[in-house]
């Protein structure tokens, strides 16, 4: 869970403020074979609003927002999520729709979450889910006529690209492949987000 830097209390939120996210640090030393997941390693306080690319914003593994607003937006979106036919793209859905709604959305750098490192196996066996759920929110709102949705998808597969351009650079071909894995993972999020029924008959 979050706790504040150095036993620090969290700071209170001001009312326009409606959702919060916040870093995301390794817990514990690096180990052999381990590797650090979902790092956010920014310690300088955002106040995101209109739209930014949500991934920039925060991540479910951090993120905490106001009751009245989730139910505003119709909470998390069923058709996506580890496990789910959409894959695992449901906190960038519902940072979007916040936004999208005019939420204040505040990356808070007391708030820190520790996430436990894990075999690069697993890492890399997640990247298609990842990208497969991205695609998949940019195809559902394609598919609703909402035209952010193809200026998301460009963002993604621009910053796809450029890290694996620079992974190729850096002959890391571990990388290279996992970029392949999320744009192969983004791909097939948009075939099924284009089709997808609404949120209760998906």
């Known amino acids: 869970g979050a706790v504040a830097r150095d036993g620090d209390e969290l700071p209170r939120l001001e009312p326009d403020v409606v ?5 995301m640090h390794p817990l514990g030393p690096a180990a ?7 790092s956010r390693m920014a310690d300088a306080r955002v106040d995101w609003r209109g739209r930014p690319a949500p991934w920039l914003v925060g991540t479910g593994g951090n993120f905490a927002a106001r009751r009245a607003w989730l ?3 119709g909470g998390w979106d069923e058709r996506l999520g580890a496990g789910s036919p959409g894959g695992a793209g449901e906190d ?5 729709r916040l936004l999208a709604s005019g939420a204040t959305v505040r ?3 007391a708030a820190l979450v520790r996430h436990e490192r894990r075999p690069a196996s697993s890492r890399r066996a997640t990247r298609g889910s990842y990208g497969r759920g991205v695609g998949t929110w940019c195809g559902i709102l394609l598919r609703e006529g909402d035209r952010r949705g193809a200026a998301m998808l460009l963002r993604w597969l621009a910053l796809r690209l450029r ?3 620079a992974a190729a650079v850096r002959l890391h ?14 791909a097939g999020g948009v ?3 284009l089709r997808v029924g609404g949120r209760h008959d998906a």
């Open 163 to 165: 890290l694996g351009v």
């Open 32 to 38: 052999p074979g381990l590797v650090a997941i979902s």
């Open 71 to 73: 139910d505003r937006v």
């Open 107 to 109: 990356y808070e750098p």
């Open 92 to 96: 960038i859905a519902l940072l979007d």
């Open 191 to 193: 075939v099924y987000g």
């Open 19 to 23: 959702a919060v996210t916040g870093p």
């Open 173 to 186: 071909g571990g990388e290279v492949g996992a970029e392949l894995r999320v744009l192969a993972g983004t």
